[in-house]
C-alpha cells in the first residue's frame, strides 16, 4: 500500500507525464502539418540556428533532442536528404563530424518558429 506522501509523489509524475505528452502531441501534429518537420527535427534545427555559425557537433546534437546515437544520426541523415543541413568535416581534428545548418534549413525553421512557440504558449499557458 503506498502512503499519502508517496500517491502525490507518483500523482506528480503521472501529471508530468500526460502533460509532456499533451505538449509533444500538439507539436507534433501542428509541426508536421504546416512544415513537414517533426518534433525533433525542430529542435535540431533551433540548436543549429541558435548556436555559434550554425553549427554543432553530431553528439551535441544527439544530446539535445535527447535521442540514442543511432537515432540521432538516423535524425541528421533525415534533414540532409531534405537539404536542411549538411555534414563537414572539423578542420582541427578529422575525426569530428559537424552539423551545419543550410540557408534552406534556416528558413524553414524561420517559418516552422512561429508555429512552435503558438502551440506552446496555447498548450502550457492556455493562450488563445
Same mark, same amino acid.
Given at each position: 500500500?503506498?502512503?499519502?506522501?508517496?500517491?502525490?509523489?507518483?500523482?506528480?509524475? $503521472?501529471?508530468?507525464?500526460?502533460?509532456?505528452?499533451?505538449?509533444?502531441?500538439?507539436?507534433?501534429?501542428?509541426?508536421?502539418?504546416?512544415?513537414?518537420?517533426?518534433?525533433?527535427? +525542430?529542435?535540431?534545427?533551433?540548436?543549429?540556428?541558435?548556436?555559434?555559425?550554425?553549427?554543432c557537433?553530431?553528439?551535441?546534437?544527439?544530446?539535445?533532442? $535527447?535521442?540514442?546515437?543511432?537515432?540521432?544520426?538516423?535524425?541528421?541523415?533525415?534533414?540532409?536528404?531534405?537539404?536542411?543541413?549538411?555534414?563537414?568535416?572539423? !578542420?582541427?581534428?578529422?575525426?569530428?563530424? +559537424?552539423?551545419?545548418?543550410? !540557408?534552406?534549413?534556416?528558413?524553414?525553421?524561420?517559418?516552422?518558429?512561429?508555429?512552435?512557440?503558438?502551440?506552446?504558449a496555447?498548450?502550457?499557458?492556455?493562450?488563445?
Amino acid at each position: 500500500m503506498i502512503d499519502g506522501s508517496e500517491q502525490e509523489l507518483v500523482d506528480e509524475w $503521472h501529471g508530468l507525464l500526460a502533460r509532456h505528452a499533451t505538449v509533444h502531441n500538439a507539436l507534433e501534429h501542428e509541426l508536421q502539418a504546416q512544415h513537414g518537420l517533426s518534433v525533433s527535427e +525542430f529542435e535540431a534545427l533551433e540548436l543549429l540556428a541558435s548556436s555559434d555559425h550554425g553549427k554543432c557537433r553530431g553528439q551535441d546534437l544527439t544530446n539535445v533532442v $535527447h535521442l540514442s546515437q543511432s537515432a540521432g544520426s538516423r535524425l541528421v541523415a533525415r534533414l540532409e536528404r531534405g537539404g536542411l543541413v549538411e555534414r563537414v568535416m572539423c !578542420d582541427l581534428d578529422r575525426r569530428g563530424i +559537424f552539423v551545419v545548418l543550410t !540557408d534552406e534549413g534556416h528558413k524553414r525553421y524561420d517559418h516552422a518558429k512561429p508555429t512552435h512557440r503558438s502551440v506552446l504558449a496555447r498548450t502550457l499557458r492556455g493562450d488563445d
